[in-house]
């Protein structure tokens, strides 16, 4: 990089925001996938003016820019594919305001999103999005990804969440999108557009964020199968009593094993060997427990081999600790690890569980499969003990089996860690040649230089 | 989704790096997920991403592989780790980030990179202080002229200059003599009613600094009835050193201390010193790869000792203050006994366990303090960063008295405590414990003489 774009890059952020060192490239070239790619600089912006300068620079000086929040993401989706300029975001740290009486939050890209959930609670407040990663995901990878969590069956994604944007487009200018109410209809939803976006139009800075009333009183629930194929019936009928709980969970007994290999790992002992079902219902206190009988009998009457309710102390809370860092511990199961992401129609979950259980035996390969069932949601993962060459014939036969059956039993594959890196190629299958192009069309307009997060979500230079 | 292989495979540099390449099993485990951000008390005060448990292992990792080498600011990176071992609760894979880092540094530290301050202190001082008893003596004497110069003096402030810290900081003083010096090797009660024997390990800082620490563990044990035995050619536990990566003089320390202790004759091998507990429980099997079968097994802190061995029950027949207003106390869990040792019941089991005495938990009662022995010598100001969120947790409970299990962390919250303008006492359990039993007795003695004027 030349030193006078390194020089201005210095005057806007203060040379020590400004990194060259081999060791902090090294550090910012990777997020929770392994692909990597060095950056040339990485800036650490204190403000959204900084932000806006840096951009307007990389734009006149055709330099790739690539945001970056906790690197936490599944997707690559923060790989500095075409070297230049990382942007660390994580020093946009602040809450801007908490406006109880109006339902809402304003919040920088770089809040740990756990740390929002805990200052609105303070209010009783909820702002529902659950992320697994949310002790440390910021909200701004949030946006970026629309990222989901375990409550989003009943409360839905970051998307339903969002009553505006701050972002500062590429070119420089800081721009306002939406506003501080739920309805807001000037225009084009610009919020919405940006938002899982990953980077690729603009830069988040700061949400606008809805809350809601904290539910009065939780449940959790867990039930015991055999083999997946039986939770996720289970699981499909639950939902169709009309129930809504606000975990709806599954995962098989590969991935429970994976678990117990864990001293002291947060599962009950009559979990082991299942393929477990997680619950929780929310709501008033009545209404909640109600809600949770009513679970327990449709486990029992499915074939559930036992079903618990009843938590001391922090039992509940290291269940769901187990939960979320599940897809972390599946990575210590093997040396490489393929992770897919598919979705089907609820009513076909059981269908696709037992499917990816028999690609497994087919093929040699062990797949430890969870997921957010209740919305055919499913993560086979891949768990490889040799290096990927020698199993890539395997792997890719399994990968496409696995996703043909999701797209011809009317599902969609990727869904939910965004697109990415990782499969960026994937969109062309997905989506038609007019969307596709309607989308490049769309991006062009955003970043006219094409600058910014190069080769991510839409195929462009570097994966075609 | 393309199934070619997603990140380049190298072969790792097992044979240039043979400390790390040991653990490279263990470093291809980390994926990365970064979970460990949320707790690494580095990373949060700097939110530096090279700063944090997964950025110092994919740092390590990159050596390995040939990506990076063993700079200067590797170096400052892998150093800057407290070893609090919040990480290795957090991480879903169970990565042994702690021995990954402690390999790193003995990395460096065979490539020469052990800086001269730290050789002095590790080489010099605490190695030779077993083989030259007096060296207390000596750091006594030091300190009496310079206490002479100023009130504030303690010998600890002859390093200031060299680790540029503070001036107003609040250090422990040498004492005149060293504990070991001032006990005999066998410490028999008047009545042995608990049949248990003990060896005590006393560890640097009870030996020199905290006195007091070792003299009430021996005092309360004394009175439960159980017989004391101090070896004489016991030395410092070698924390310091494999922490600093010189395993070798480590490991000359550990064997000089399983020669001196023979854990046959013994119930228990007591320690006051949570790092000196981890140390000889696992530290020199795990990393400075010793056989301690038969010793290990018998290591054990005072309060879970006393918890386990004695049971709290013996502790509460002992005349203990009852009336009287009731002293509102908190406990600060030491990284080193928590998570290193999985000892975290015992010490509030104790200090629930006595009368008069009402026990408050602190929020995040296991957060790292920031001391890290050494380390808060050598990084103060990123010490003191942590330090603070401590500090705020304390003033929320209202206690009047901090108890915690390491002496290195009673340093570190006197300081910070004090800079907060807290007005706590801050003790060691064993100290507390003391402290209570003695209130009585001279409450007691002090009733038998008026009682007896007035006959």
């Not at chain 2, 905290?210 to 009430?216: E, I």
Request: hydrophobic share 40%; glycine share 8%.
């Amino acid at each position: 990089m030349k030193e006078t774009v390194l020089h201005k890059l210095r005057e806007i952020a203060g040379p020590r925001s400004v990194l060259l060192e081999k060791e902090e490239l090294l550090r910012h070239s990777c997020d929770a996938t392994r692909r990597s790619e060095l950056p040339e600089v990485v800036v650490c912006p204190g403000n959204v003016e900084q932000v806006a300068a840096v951009a307007r620079l990389c734009t006149e000086e055709r330099i790739p820019l690539t945001p970056r929040g906790a690197g936490t993401g599944l997707s690559g989706g923060s790989v500095p594919l075409e070297g230049g300029v990382l942007l660390s975001l994580t020093g946009l740290r602040r809450i801007r305001e908490i406006v109880t009486e109006d339902l809402y939050a304003v919040v920088e890209a770089g809040v740990v999103t756990e740390e929002l959930k805990k200052a609105v609670e303070i209010s009783s407040l909820f702002y529902p999005p659950d992320p697994a990663s949310q002790k440390t995901c910021t909200v701004g990878g949030n946006v970026a990804t629309s990222a989901r969590g375990l409550r989003s069956l009943k409360y839905g994604v970051t998307k339903n969440y969002l009553l505006g944007l701050e972002i500062v487009l590429p070119t420089g200018e800081v721009m306002k999108t939406g506003g501080r109410t739920v309805k807001n209809v000037a225009g084009f939803d610009l919020t919405r557009l940006v938002c899982g976006s990953e980077g690729t139009l603009a830069l988040v800075t700061a949400a606008v964020l809805k809350l809601i009333p904290l539910p009065e009183h939780r449940v959790t629930l867990l039930a015991g199968f055999p083999d997946l194929e039986q939770a996720a019936r289970a699981v499909s009928a639950v939902m169709s009593l009309g129930a809504t709980p606000s975990i709806l969970d599954v995962m098989d007994s590969v991935s429970v094993g994976v678990l117990f290999r864990r001293e002291g790992n947060g599962l009950p002992p009559e979990a082991k060997g299942h393929s477990l079902l997680l619950a929780e219902t929310d709501g008033f206190r009545e209404a909640a427990e109600q809600e949770a009988q009513t679970l327990e009998q449709v486990c029992v009457d499915s074939g559930a081999a036992f079903v618990r309710r009843s938590w001391d102390g922090e039992e509940e809370e290291r269940l769901w600790e187990e939960r979320r860092g599940l897809l972390s511990a599946l990575g210590k199961a093997g040396p490489v690890t393929v992770l897919e992401d598919v979705t089907v129609p609820g009513s076909r979950v059981g269908e696709m569980a037992r499917f990816v259980t028999e690609t497994g035996k087919r093929h040699g390969l062990r797949i430890a499969t969870f997921g957010h069932a209740a919305d055919g949601n499913l993560h086979p993962v891949i768990l490889l003990d040799a290096p990927l060459a020698e199993k890539t014939p395997a792997v890719q036969a399994a990968v496409n089996g696995i996703q043909q059956r999701a797209l011809s039993l009317g599902g969609a594959v990727p869904v939910e860690y965004g697109i990415g890196l990782e499969r960026a190629g994937f969109l062309k299958k997905e989506e038609s040649g007019p969307a596709l192009e309607t989308m490049r069309r769309l991006k062009a307009s955003f970043d006219p230089a094409g600058i910014l997060n190069p080769g991510k979500v839409i195929p462009g230079r570097v994966t075609e | 989704m393309s199934v070619e292989p997603k990140f380049v495979y190298r072969e790792p540099l097992k044979d240039v790096y043979p400390r790390v390449g040991k653990f490279s099993d263990e470093i291809v485990k980390c994926i990365k997920c970064g979970l460990c951000r949320a707790v690494c008390p580095t990373l949060i005060e700097t939110l530096s991403e090279s700063q944090g448990a997964r950025g110092r292992v994919s740092l390590v990792e990159a050596v390995l592989d040939g990506r990076l080498s063993l700079s200067d600011i590797f170096d400052e990176r892998i150093s800057s780790c407290i070893n609090c071992k919040a990480c290795i609760d957090a991480c879903p894979s169970g990565v042994r980030v702690d021995d990954i880092i402690l390999a790193a540094r003995a990395e460096l530290v065979a490539r020469g990179r052990l800086p001269f301050f730290k050789r002095l202190i590790l080489r010099g001082l605490l190695k030779r202080g077993r083989l030259l008893p007096p060296v207390g003596k000596l750091a006594s004497l030091f300190q009496r002229v310079l206490l002479a110069l100023s009130p504030k003096g303690s010998a600890l402030r002859l390093l200031l200059p060299a680790v540029r810290i503070d001036r107003e900081r609040r250090l422990p003083v040498f004492a005149s003599r060293s504990f070991r010096e001032q006990v005999s090797e066998r410490i028999v009660p008047e009545e042995r009613k608990s049949g248990l024997r003990v060896a005590y390990f006393v560890g640097c800082s009870s030996n020199l600094l905290y006195t007091d620490v070792a003299t009430a563990t021996v005092e309360v044990l004394k009175r439960l009835g159980v017989e004391v035995l101090v070896p004489r050619e016991q030395g410092c536990c070698g924390t310091p050193m494999f922490n600093a990566g010189d395993f070798e003089t480590a490991r000359d320390m550990a064997r000089a201390n399983l020669k001196a202790f023979d854990a046959s004759a013994v119930d228990a091998v007591i320690v006051t010193c949570a790092s000196c507990g981890l140390a000889l429980k696992r530290e020199y099997s795990a990393i400075l790869e010793l056989d301690t079968s038969g010793f290990s097994e018998k290591v054990m802190d005072a309060s879970e000792f006393i918890v386990k061995k004695v049971g709290v029950e013996a502790l509460r027949a002992l005349p203990l203050p009852r009336d009287g207003e009731n002293e509102v106390v908190t406990y600060h869990d030491p990284c080193h006994l928590k998570r290193g040792q999985g000892v975290w019941e015992e010490p509030r089991q104790l200090i629930k366990s006595l009368p008069g005495v009402e026990f408050r938990e602190m929020p995040e009662a296991d957060r790292c303090c920031g001391g890290g022995g050494l380390y808060s010598f050598t990084h103060y100001e990123m010490s003191m960063a942590v330090a603070a969120h401590k500090a705020e947790a304390v003033r929320e409970t209202g206690a009047r008295v901090v108890l915690t299990s390491c002496p290195s962390c009673i340093m570190q919250l006197r300081d910070t405590l004090a800079r907060a303008g807290l007005d706590v006492e801050v003790s060691h359990v064993m100290e507390f414990l003391y402290r209570r039993l003695r209130a009585n007795e001279a409450a007691t003695v002090l009733e038998t003489s008026i009682a007896q004027q007035r006959v």
